[in-house]
């Protein structure tokens, strides 16, 4: 959008403070339903956390820098809006490098049902692991199908959700014990309870046992998304779609106002005042409904509500540009196959547990546990044709159990530590150093960048880098959630950002559930 645009003027229906992937479908939903829309957006540009860079100088790589995979996304928005945006899913699940008796092997998931069959034998010696793996994940893939449904819907309470699972197993495992019950009931060998696990922790600081459940609520909008569980690929990079919601949001007649920071909200419940600041001046501006897509931290210092508990993001997101892929150590696996999906590096159910133990106890763990994926393999546009003709390939990487309070001391310190330490567990598993496959940039220097936690916080505002604003909540209605899981203490102040109920992720469920109660409002 040019920069100069503003607000066209003095009221508008709704305000919306924040232009991410939520605001900005908040934004379309109101203004195709015929509402004046301002969007006020401190950044240069639009899209938040879910953008496409290019952050290696002269080299035409646009990488989807924070977020990076897409399975919340309702097709309901995409269908609704009109976006042109697609995804693309990945015939490999994931591998998982290991050796045993002294000889590289490890755990292929996908290519089809036999092929997994037979790569759970070779790993475990038998057929139980793969058995449990069917029984676990046909659980879950039931359960997809009747929850996914309810996010954009008003809240369910607990008792309707646990009549719509309709399967008492699946909600004892999920929603009533910690998750680790269920693995250790379930699977024998390390490394698949590993595997497993890793979908309770994204972002997660928790252990597998954790009594609050955390993990439980992580690993649960893990296995729903899209009512199937399938992590895809966006087409043309995480930038793709919200460059598309900015476009249905402005063709529908919304202003994106970006460079024009909210820093209060004055409200009676049935008015509000937003005062916003830009690099020139400062003004105001008013709103029948003001949606907030910042954190709930934010929307108490724009309110002058008290500040909701500390949250902490727990991991680390580092980008990397290869001239090829490196070759791996277990040659029974195509490196093109391997990292198409995830990659898991040092994520035995051991592994994690010791990581865990050693950040709780305010160590960057020794053997830092992380997956990786190549976006590049599945969807090749994100790079220039040279790039492309020459064999170039991205690698996208998340560490796990990197908690904020380890960075605090001295983040760029702990960053290079953290960063080393985790690539020296993935070559432990390939037959040559990765640092021998990266690209350079323009100034000779490596195609590689990291983020710690404060990082985030620093670029984002993300409170303490958690990368869903806070811990992630039930979905369902609690005493205080409200009928969308989106209200706040003021009637006309939504949160339409992840800190809402159902939030976390790049979804746009907050954004829709906030236009939707605003909607049915009818004011």
């Known amino acids: 959008m040019p ?20 605001g900005l479908v908040a934004a379309a939903y109101l203004a195709r339903a015929g509402r004046s829309v301002l969007v006020l957006e401190r950044l240069a540009g639009t899209g938040g956390a879910a953008v496409s860079t290019r952050p290696f100088a002269g ?67 038998g057929d139980r692991e793969y058995a449990a793996w069917q029984r676990l994940y046909g659980m879950t893939g039931r359960l997809a199908q009747r929850v996914f449904p309810t996010l954009t819907e008003p809240l369910p309470t607990r008792d309707e959700l646990r009549r719509r699972v309709d399967d008492e197993d699946a909600w004892r495992m999920l929603f009533e014990e910690p ?21 309770a922790l994204i972002g997660t600081f928790a252990d597998a046992h954790d009594p609050t459940l955390a993990q439980n609520r992580c690993f649960l909008y893990h296995v729903i998304g899209g009512g199937t569980g399938a992590w895809d690929v966006p087409v043309g990079g995480m930038g793709a779609l919200t460059d598309a919601l900015a476009t249905a949001a402005r063709g529908a007649g919304a202003v994106l106002a970006t460079g024009h920071e909210a820093v209060r909200i004055d409200t009676d419940g049935r008015a509000a005042e937003i005062t916003y600041r830009t690099a020139e001046a400062e003004g105001t501006v ?51 196959e391997a990292f198409a999906g995830t990659f898991h590096i040092a994520e035995g159910y051991d592994q994690l547990a010791a990581a865990h133990a050693q950040a709780a106890s305010g160590s960057l763990p020794a053997a830092p546990p992380s997956e990786i994926y190549c976006h590049s393999l599945t969807d090749p546009s994100i790079l220039g044709r040279d790039l492309v003709e020459d064999g170039y390939q991205t690698l996208t990487l998340f560490g796990l159990h990197t908690p904020a309070r380890l960075f605090e001391r001295d983040n760029d310190a702990a960053r290079e530590e953290l960063l080393k330490a985790t690539l020296a567990q993935l070559d432990h598993h390939l037959a040559e150093p990765l640092a021998d496959c990266l690209a350079t940039d323009a100034d000779g220097r490596p195609c590689i960048e990291a983020k710690t936690p404060l990082d985030l916080e620093r670029d984002l505002r993300l409170p303490g880098g958690n990368i869903f604003h806070r811990e992630l909540t039930w979905p369902y209605a609690q005493d205080d959630t409200g009928r969308w899981g989106v209200e706040t203490r003021h009637a006309n102040v ?12 790049v979804s746009g469920v907050p954004g829709h559930n906030a236009a939707m109660a605003v909607l049915e409002a009818g004011e």
Request: net charge positive; charged share 25%; proline share 6%.
């Open 286 to 336: 008013a709103a029948r409904h003001v949606l907030v897509g910042a954190s709930p931290q934010q929307l108490a210092a724009l309110t002058g509500g008290e500040p909701p508990a500390p949250a902490e993001g727990a991991q680390l997101k580092v980008n990397m540009l290869l001239k090829r892929l490196p070759r791996l150590r277990d040659t029974s696996v195509d490196p093109r």
């Open 59 to 125: 080299v035409d790589a646009r990488l989807s820098r924070y977020s990076y995979l897409v399975s919340l996304l309702p097709k309901k928005i995409v269908r609704d809006l009109g976006l042109d945006f697609r995804v693309r899913g990945r015939t490999i699940s994931s591998y998982t490098p290991a050796e045993r008796d002294g000889r590289p092997t490890g755990l292929l998931v996908g290519g089809g049902e036999r092929r997994t069959r037979d790569a759970f034998a070779r790993l475990t010696g």
């Open 494 to 505: 939504l949160l339409c950002g992840a800190g809402a109920v159902r939030g976390g992720g």
């Open 179 to 199: 998750i680790g019950v269920a693995i250790e009931e379930n699977f024998t060998d390390d490394l698949v309870r590993g595997v497993v696990l890793t979908d």
């Open 3 to 22: 920069a100069h645009e503003g607000p066209g003027h003095r009221t508008y229906d709704a305000v919306i403070v924040g232009g991410g992937h939520n």
